[in-house]
């Protein structure tokens, strides 16, 4: 049998790199320890929290992040009662969502309440409307975003705020997540991607990595529908390219993934997350 040099070359090429193929996906791996965001369980934790963490446990879930911290206590129960029950249920909570009145009341508190808890990061969940009327505004706001990452950094804990859309929409001529990321320290003010809410701002992940490479230690695994309303989805089921985005994960610095759904449309919440974290398994890190 005859072939061409053409032929030859094109062979001997495709058989190098096969081998390395392989050793790039024997390399990745599914996330480890998956976590999920509380917040898509509120009413389920607002009336059994020590119920509801189990079934996340049960799950399969290893971490979780907080929110609705509020007078001390995490769901009603002081940080050694609320770390010993995610102890029992092999459950650590590396990351907490706080709101503004922590920020303005008591923050050094709530930062040694986080680290009682074991809290690594601790993020900004929200800003509401008055607080973010013009640009200067944000401006503001960055100097408070460091003044805070430097009280949590004096207790190892890094600071960082977590996004919805109306970050990334124009006001008064720029961008108000632009000036939040050139506003603030890199090393004290990191920021956790909600990948739902960038994605329906019109936001590419991949590219906010690529400028701002190791500033997203944290994500949120958050799907949208494939709708014209674009709803909340479990992940795996929606429009949104989880592994493309993955891909970047060093780039971007990604140390936690979270599972969140603000909305549950089909079945119960806890249906929900239990889809989403069977969908998450067949990512690759």
């Known amino acids: 049998m005859n072939i061409s040099r053409k032929e030859f070359l094109k062979t001997s090429a495709l058989a190098l ?30 009336k059994d929290p020590d119920g509801t963490l189990k079934k996340v446990a049960e799950i399969g879930y290893k971490e979780v ?28 909570t590396p990351s907490g969502h706080y709101m503004p009145n922590n920020l303005k009341k008591d923050w050094n ?10 809290q690594k990061f601790m993020m900004l969940a929200f800003l509401f409307p ?8 944000y401006k503001k706001l960055c100097d408070t975003f460091n003044e805070a990452g430097e009280v949590c950094q004096k207790a190892g804990i890094q600071f960082g705020y977590h996004n ?25 003010v990191k920021m956790e991607l909600d990948l739902y809410w960038a994605n329906y701002a019109g936001v590419d992940p991949v590219e906010l990595f690529k400028q701002n490479p190791g500033r ?3 994500v949120h695994l958050k799907d949208m529908a494939k709708t014209e309303k674009r ?19 060093k780039t971007a610095g990604i140390k936690h993934f979270f599972v969140e759904q603000d909305a549950v449309t089909k ?19």
């Not at 129960?77 to 029950?85: D, I, R, S």
């Not at 508190?109 to 074991?118: K, L, P, Q, S, T």
Request: net charge negative; aromatic share 10%.
């Open 216 to 218: 997203f230690p944290l």
């Open 65 to 92: 992040e907080t929110f609705g911290y509020s007078g001390g206590k995490f769901f009603g129960k002081t940080p050694g009662e609320f770390k010993a029950l995610l102890n029992s249920l092999g459950l650590t």
């Open 164 to 188: 919805h859309d109306f970050e990334f929409q124009t006001l008064d001529g720029q961008v108000p997540y632009d000036v939040m990321l050139k506003g603030t320290d890199p090393k004290l």
């Open 130 to 137: 008055n607080d973010r009327k013009t640009i200067d505004d």
């Open 267 to 285: 079945g119960t919440p806890l249906e929900a997350i239990a889809l989403s974290y069977k969908n998450v398994g067949k990512l690759k890190v």
């Open 231 to 249: 709803e909340f989805a479990e992940v795996g089921t929606g429009s949104i390219d989880f592994q493309r985005i993955l891909d970047a994960r």
């Open 17 to 46: 790199t096969l081998p390395l193929l392989n050793k790039v996906d024997a390399f990745a791996k599914p996330i480890k320890n998956v976590g999920l965001q509380l917040y898509t369980l509120r009413n389920e934790l607002g």
């Open 109 to 118: 508190v709530a930062v040694d309440h986080a680290a009682e808890v074991g």
